[in-house]
């Protein structure tokens, strides 16, 4: 009797024991499994939060409920999926933090709890973060979306070649790489000289954090997916935001000033080319170079021409994929009323706008 006791104790410490370590393992590769339906989004992100160890910060806007059934599935794919039921994005922030106290104030303001703009995390508002360009499929931009893999393919393990480079340029580069965004609090200065080579994307961070004398964490956001920013709404109306350049639009139609505004787009385009690039392997970097050529050509090219070489790319059979793929997530994803709802938003967000295009003139 004694015998078969210490017997299956020594069994269920066992499974106990390997339950454990499946657990830490799970934990330690970001994967999830999860099922289930119509659960609230912050309820369905606290249980990914205890899978994984991650830190999620839904923002106050961020509403749904959320159907899905995975099993070991990547932390990152399990936010597009709740991120495309929420109509939401998602992005990994890395604050860079003095105080306690601050790294507070980056949360309340990634709640949306605290207004960005007198909280002393305005670089919130830059590329990526609020107002900027994340969710599925991440950041892109000349050369970086639609052609370009080569960074993206770099979201585990990353080269940052920096010398002499202002912090601003730092935290460009490491936009380039996935749906990550570092986020220096306001008054952080630095001139870094780094040379890492296939590094950890959090390694990279705590360089950077180390040599402009900061701390660091690291957060997923879920915020809205429309009209958030500077000056946005939820409605998708335009205060000030990204589709009104940012502010006054006295001369927005004055050919002058759309001139400076080209040659603005310009300089950042490069300075955005030269952070891609220090991200990089050197094989890497030539065949972003030779894309961005193609791009180059591409837009040199007369109307007709161009819209054939666009239609012969469309009709490419890795491209075709892409969508198919997008499609059938987007279907897969989704309940039938999110869907309607998605279809009845999209409808009105088209009358809006060809609402202001009538009052406009145009």
């Known amino acids: 009797m004694k015998k078969r006791i210490v017997f299956w104790g020594i069994v269920a410490v066992l499974a106990a024991g390997g339950y454990g370590g499946y657990l830490i393992f799970r934990a330690q ?75 507070a104030g980056f949360k309340k303001v990634a709640r949306g709890d605290l207004e960005v703009e007198t909280s002393g995390w305005t670089n919130l508002l830059e590329r990526g973060g609020f107002g900027g360009r994340g969710g599925p499929g991440g950041p892109g931009g000349f050369g970086f979306g639609m052609l370009s893999d080569a960074a993206a393919s770099q979201s585990k393990k990353i080269n940052l070649e920096l010398v002499n480079r202002d912090l601003p340029f730092a935290t460009m580069a490491l936009a380039r790489v996935g749906q990550s965004q570092v986020v220096p609090e306001n008054g952080t200065v630095g001139t870094l000289n780094l040379h890492l080579q296939q590094v950890s994307y959090e390694k990279a961070v705590a360089a950077v954090a180390k040599q402009v004398h900061r701390s660091w964490d690291d957060y997923y956001l879920l915020q809205p997916g429309f009209g958030f920013g500077r000056g946005g709404d939820n409605a998708g109306n335009d205060r000030g935001g990204r589709r009104d350049f940012g502010g006054d639009n006295t001369n927005r139609f004055d ?51 161009r819209e054939k070489k666009m239609q012969e790319f469309a009709a490419r059979p890795q491209f075709q994929q892409r969508m198919e793929q997008r499609m059938y997530r987007g279907v897969m994803n989704t309940t039938p009323e999110q869907r309607a709802d998605r279809a009845r938003s999209r409808v009105e967000r088209q009358q809006r706008w060809q609402q202001q295009q009538r009052n406009t003139g145009r």
Request: overall charge negative; charged content about 35%; hydrophobic content about 35%.
């Open 255 to 305: 050919p002058q000033f759309a001139e400076i505004r080209r040659e603005e787009r310009e300089v950042q385009r490069e300075k955005a080319f030269e952070a891609q690039l220090a991200t990089l392997t050197p094989q890497e970097q030539e065949k972003v170079k030779e894309e961005r050529k193609q791009m180059e050509d591409l837009r040199n090219l007369p109307q007709e021409e």
């Open 29 to 103: 590769n970001n994967l999830v499994t999860l099922d289930v339906r119509n659960m609230e989004v912050r309820e369905v992100a606290s249980k990914i939060e205890f899978q994984t160890r991650e830190k999620i910060i839904v923002h106050k806007d961020v509403q749904g409920k959320i159907t899905l059934n995975v099993k070991g599935v990547a932390i990152e794919e399990v936010l597009n999926i709740v991120a495309e039921q929420t109509s939401a994005r998602w992005t990994a922030l890395y604050p860079l933090y003095s105080t306690s106290d601050s790294l």
